[in-house]
């Protein structure tokens, strides 16, 4: 923007007889201005978890690409891992700055929705490319997967097959606390729904394999690759990152035969945001070409609806367990107070 726009009143005579002055009115007008601007522009802020809005993840992708067709400043803040989500929002309750949330998935939507604290999303229905039905208006996808435990082949050359069989061995694990990690209490609740009654019997086998248990998914998967455990709990996706990314095929993994838990990602608008229609519209993005196309090898899962350039290349070596277990969110939550007091029992002898 021109000075002579901004001053008007501005004459040839003022601008050669003190350009020093002008330059400086001007400069420092600017430094007035830039900020002005920037604030005329909406803020969407979106709470998701750390390993998302990191460099390497795909928040900054997200970033750029909404704000190009938004004409918005769209934010990420962080609250640890998937389950911290829930807790800060319920902390925060009405009072809270976020406008969406995304990271929960369908262990802890039954909990979110209990809490009044998210919105219906107003928008056009999505054909999701998903291995279950999807007809939730109030969390809406953008990612799934498998839960796995990843191994190294030049370390492990044959991998128990079932829990039983990790139970039995001497094999070293770490897993991520089911109190603040989808992945931990993602754990517990495939235990649960694979062996019913029997899933405290499963813990007390497991509990001597345990290296450790992490607040997060990413200290608990640079634990195994810095060789301090033998199989992480991560997602059956996890080896294309070590397989695209550094030309890596030695990390695999594993195929339940009781089944592996069926993870889906998801989003909600916050029912107190003060920009509803912004919010709307980046959920109504999540299924775009824009969003999808940046999940597979920047969060390293499944896209909730497949690009039209399809999966890349690596994605089609990857282990498919042949069958997925997934308990609802209503079953989930019921469940999930004993299952916990299973794990937590086993650990503690």
């Not at 039905?133 to 044959?158: H, I, N």
């Not at 592996?260 to 709307?280: H, I, R």
């Amino acid at each position: 923007m021109s000075v002579s726009l901004l001053y008007p009143f501005a004459t040839e005579d003022l601008m050669k007889a003190k350009p020093i002055a002008y330059t400086f009115a001007a400069l420092t007008l600017a430094s007035w201005t830039a900020p002005a601007i920037a604030q005329d522009k909406p803020v969407l802020t979106v709470m998701t978890y750390d390993s998302f809005a990191a460099e390497w993840g795909p928040g900054p992708q997200i970033e750029s690409r909404f704000e190009a067709e938004c004409g918005c400043d769209l934010r990420f803040v962080t609250a640890g891992d998937g389950a911290a989500l829930l807790s800060r929002l319920r902390l925060e309750g009405s009072r809270t700055e976020t406008d969406v949330v995304l990271g929960l998935d369908t262990s802890l939507t039954h909990a979110a929705r209990e809490t009044g604290l998210f919105a219906p999303h107003e928008g056009a229905p999505v054909a999701y490319d998903l291995p279950v039905e999807w007809q939730d208006d109030t969390f809406l996808p953008y990612d799934w997967g498998y839960f796995a435990f990843v191994y190294d082949k030049t370390r492990l050359s044959t991998p128990p097959g079932d829990f039983e069989a990790l139970a039995a061995s001497n094999l070293r694990i770490v897993i991520q606390d089911p109190r603040s990690s989808t992945p931990g209490l993602g754990l517990l609740l495939w235990v649960k729904a694979a062996y019913g009654d029997r899933a405290a019997d499963i813990w007390t086998g497991l509990a001597d394999n345990i290296v450790t248990v992490t607040k997060g998914w990413t200290e608990a998967y640079n634990l195994f690759l810095d060789g301090e455990a033998d199989m992480v709990l991560s997602y059956t996706t996890s080896p294309a990152y070590h397989l695209i990314a550094e030309s890596d095929p030695d990390k695999d993994a594993v195929a339940f035969a009781e089944g592996n838990y069926l993870q889906v990602e998801v989003a909600a608008k916050v029912a107190s945001t003060d920009q509803p229609e912004l919010a709307d519209r980046f959920l109504d993005f999540m299924s775009s070409d824009a969003f999808q196309e940046v999940i597979p090898t920047t969060n390293w899962m499944y896209p909730a609806v497949t690009p039209e350039a399809g999966l890349p290349d690596g994605f089609e070596t990857l282990t498919v367990p042949s069958k997925a277990l997934l308990l609802d969110p209503e079953e989930a939550a019921a469940k999930r107070d004993a299952a916990l007091d299973e794990w937590r029992n086993a650990l503690s002898q």
